[in-house]
């Protein structure tokens, strides 16, 4: 089995897209790091990275990320709704499989002691790696924030870090680091702006004053929308589930006069908090984890069924990500691999030993950018999430209103980036392709020309999703630059297409 461990830090900054970026670039800057998700919060200021693989390469990433943090955020001029006390305010580590909660607690010492030694940055360990019963609850740890934590980590013994010197660092401030269950992060918004109710709400249900064991709630202020926000951690959900803490918040809410509007959850969400919640609204008392088809298919082996990506039900789904740049990217993927598989038909075949070399060099490097397009379905989503993000920004002041009409900018920008390196890599595995498409298993050279036509079907997708975000942009030396890259690229890579699939149906016809 696969040694997995997820890790969602928390970064305090949720009004700068670029920013975020930025961070989880130097995270995807390791090798064997997948992404699973992350999300920008305008009103709590503050971002939450999920990524996954194995030990050594997440604790490599978390510190890239927390380091590329302290470079960008300055705490001394952050202001959000979520208490934090650090520019990378917390790292947690989950065990998901074939690591263990102890090989976590040993990944939270050792970046704990990395982030202190190089970063000057001082640590606390929390939850199964805290040193002390009293600071296995961040609320604990993170009292007073950044500013009170300022004074006391000096003057208060009880406050000493974990790791590092009893002194903040004066702009990124302090980091906790920590091993948990998977948590979900879930939000319940209430139709009124007296905050205090939701202060109420929250105090009925959270743990330390006497709601449900595995429940931690605030109350908020969220202006943009004039209303106010339960936010709760479910520590986990399986002795705490969340229909009953959402029920609980109804009722709450009710006793002041006030409904629930909507809830959220906030990045990733296990699937069988999602069955409970099924089972609990429908009264489903004898359902079955099996009685899912999805999970009937995976069980069973399913045939190709079972191995339709959950991306295909994402993309049929009525929400904006993903959408065509994260398909021309499969496309891409999808090409790269039929030029690969042709590849290695060829390569040790009879009569075909002279094409040896080449094709195992194009079969190799194939490969790699079969890699790199996969990795672009997800930041083409995220480079999308970015834009909504920028848009929803508080434009309330006039300070507001710059700061919005910059981030907007910025992530649309990144979101010309992501499809225009997407048409590069199309044309990169075209040129690299000529050697397959010229000389092939000729009885796989079909395979060549539908890959062809994938890679075809990449690239204009993905010149379609730069086109319409730049005509969103106001810099018209940006706009005018990437137009005649845009030219420059389509005159080269249509040549190629038209060539090989004419060399295609004439190998076809010999």
Known sequence: MRRLVECVPNFSEGRRPEVINDIVGAIKSVTGISMLDQEMDGDHNRAVVSFVG????????????????????????????????????VVPFVPISGATQEECVELARRLGKRIADELSIPVYLYELAATRPDRQDLAVIRKGEFEGLRTAIKSDPDRAPDFGRPEVHPTAGATVVGVRAPLIAYNV??????LKVAQRVAKAIRSRSGGYRYAKALGFEIKERGCVQVSINMTDYTKTPLYRVFETVKREAERWGVNVTESEVVGLVPQGALNACARFYLQLNNFKRDQILENKLETSGGGAAAGVPEFLNELASSKPTPGGGSAAALNGAIGAALMTMVAKLTVGKKGYEEFDEALSGVRDKLVLLRGKFLDLVDEDAAAFKAVMAAFKLPKMTEADKQARTLAVSEALKGAAETPLR???????????????????????????????????????GARLNVLINLSSIKDESFVKAKQQELERLQDEFDGLVGEYLATVTGRMAE
């Open 189 to 194: 918004y209430l139709d009124t702006d007296n």
């Open 54 to 89: 194995e030990p050594e390469a997440v604790l490599e990433a978390a510190f890239r990320g927390t380091k590329r943090a302290s470079e960008l955020i300055d705490l001394t001029k952050h202001q959000g709704e979520h208490p934090r006390m650090g520019a990378t305010d």
């Open 422 to 460: 997407t048409m590069q890599l199309a044309l990169d595995a075209m040129r690299l392709a000529r050697p397959v498409v010229e000389h092939g298993n000729k009885s796989s050279i079909s395979d060549a020309g539908v890959g062809t036509m994938n890679l075809n079907a990449c690239f204009h």
